[in-house]
T-cell receptor, first 114, second 110 residues
Framework: DAGVIQSPRHEVTEMGQEVTLRCKPISGHNSLFWYRQTMMRGLELLIYFNNNVPIDDSGMPEDRFSAKMPNASFSTLKIQPSEPRDSAVYFC????????????FGQGTRLTVV | KQEVTQIPAALSVPEGENLVLNCSFTDSAIYNLQWFRQDPGKGLTSLLLIQSSQREQTSGRLNASLDKSSGRSTLYIAASQPGDSATYLCAVRSTDKLIFGTGTRLQVFP
């Protein structure tokens, strides 16, 4: 398996634009997590899905952020409109549904909003 | 609310030294603890996974221990090498969530 695949790897956009980040989890994994990493706050959990259903989105910073998982092999994180303070590295991770399962991370998307 | 802390925040050592990185967590009701490595500008690579019922796990020069009752884990790196230079992160699985520590930035110089 190729692991968790994220795209794009880098994204530079202007303030106010819509940004869509994409994630393909490991085949067979049914839990998916979106994290944001910044120097100031480290790794923060934004939202996670079990069996394509959002379970906890309490980490989503504000209504400008939304996430979907239309099927077991694809998820998106959308920011609309984007702001400079959204600049960060966004990671997607997946695991089996069991709480004792190991989590695997993608290479991340580095987002810069200018 | 689960909080995870890592000490030290940064560490610089000469090659060959044996190292101990520390991770502590506030809520002992965890399912497992995972250690990751992150190279600059890269993703997270899973190093070791310790289930809550286990005391330690080993992989090559790495050994991780878990004392759930005291809320502590240590990552032991034997005979450190320059290639071990990276940030090391621990994460605990509480309910469905994986909660991360702040990381230890390690530099091993020749």
């Amino acid at each position: 398996d190729a692991g968790v695949i994220q795209s794009p790897r880098h994204e530079v956009t202007e303030m106010g634009q819509e940004v869509t980040l994409r994630c393909k989890p490991i085949s067979g994994h049914n839990s998916l997590f979106w994290y944001r990493q910044t120097m100031m706050r480290g790794l923060e959990l934004l939202i996670y899905f079990n069996n394509n259903v959002p379970i906890d989105d309490s980490g989503m910073p504000e209504d400008r952020f939304s996430a979907k998982m239309p099927n077991a092999s694809f998820s998106t994180l959308k920011i609309q409109p984007s702001e400079p303070r959204d600049s960060a590295v966004y990671f997607c991770a997946s695991s089996l549904l069991q709480r004792r399962a190991e989590a695997f991370f993608g290479q991340g998307t580095r987002l810069t909003v200018v | 609310k689960q909080e995870v802390t890592q000490i030290p925040a940064a560490l610089s050592v000469p090659e060959g030294e044996n190292l101990v990185l520390n991770c502590s967590f506030t809520d002992s009701a965890i399912y497992n603890l995972q250690w990751f490595r992150q190279d600059p500008g890269k993703g997270l690579t899973s190093l070791l996974l310790i289930q809550s019922s286990q005391r330690e796990q080993t992989s090559g020069r790495l050994n991780a221990s878990l004392d759930k009752s005291s809320g502590r884990s240590t990552l032991y790196i034997a005979a450190s090498q320059p290639g071990d230079s990276a940030t090391y992160l621990c994460a605990v699985r509480s309910t469905d969530k994986l909660i991360f520590g702040t990381g230890t930035r390690l530099q091993v110089f020749p």
